[in-house]
């Protein structure tokens, strides 16, 4: 089976700007969750989503959406990027929501200048 | 406090010993725990995950799971070079799917 693939896998913004960042699980998963790891925060969860409803929400502010389409596929959004944005997004996928394990992507290497 | 603490670290170990990682989680009521490793400027991977008390083994990974003392821990047998990297310790603390992260404990095993 493929794995988690994400896209692009490097990004360079400036601040202002709002990007994109899309999430495909492996086949037959229907959960998707996004995290943003960076050196001081470590891993954060940012959301989770599952039947394309997002179930439940980090703490992060309202710039950082996201949503799942009908093939489970996921995107998440972040609108006004701020230095501090810079980080790795990463997108991991599991079967259902409840208690399984969770399979990582490569990531998105987000760089806000 | 932190939902899931783990020692940052380094912990180093010399080839062939026991390296042994350990965790705390805030949430009483967690059910699922899972132990990933990263390497630098890679992905977390997943090695092990334990759902209920005692012991789950695979090959030189061993899961310890103490839910009265909030208490997760991983042991690495026969530690080699290729174990170096940063262990992260994930907690489920509630029935969807929104991990805790720790913040890692970076290994290095000495050849």
């Known amino acids: 089976k493929a794995g988690v693939t994400q896209t692009p896998r490097y990004l360079i913004k400036t601040r202002g700007q709002q990007v994109t960042l899309s999430c495909s699980p492996i086949s037959g998963h229907r959960s998707v969750s996004w995290y943003q790891q960076t050196p001081g925060q470590g891993l954060q969860f940012l959301f989770e989503y599952f039947s394309e409803t997002q179930r439940n929400k980090g703490n992060f502010p309202g710039r950082f959406s996201g949503r799942q389409f009908s093939n489970s596929r996921s995107e998440m959004n972040v609108s006004t990027l701020e230095l501090g944005d810079s980080a790795l997004y990463l997108c991991?996928?599991?079967?259902?929501?409840?208690?399984?394990?969770?399979?990582f992507g490569p990531g998105t290497r987000l760089t806000v200048l | 406090q932190k939902e899931v603490e783990q020692n940052s670290g380094p912990l180093s170990v010399p080839e062939g010993a026991i390296a042994s990682l350990n965790c705390t989680y805030s949430d009483r009521g967690s059910q699922s725990f899972f132990w990933y490793r990263q390497y630098s400027g890679k992905s977390p991977e997943l090695i092990m995950s334990?759902?209920?008390?005692g012991d789950k083994e695979d090959g030189r990974f061993t899961a310890q799971l103490n839910k009265a003392s909030q208490y997760v821990s991983l042991l690495i047998r026969d530690s080699q070079p290729s174990d170096s990297a940063t262990y992260l310790c994930?907690?489920?603390?509630?029935?969807?799917?929104?991990?805790?992260f720790g913040t890692g404990t970076s290994l290095t095993v000495i050849p």
């Open positions: 991991a996928s599991s079967l259902d929501r409840a208690n399984n394990e969770q399979f």
């Open positions: 334990i759902y209920s008390n």
């Open positions: 994930a907690v489920n603390m509630n029935t969807g799917n929104q991990f805790y």
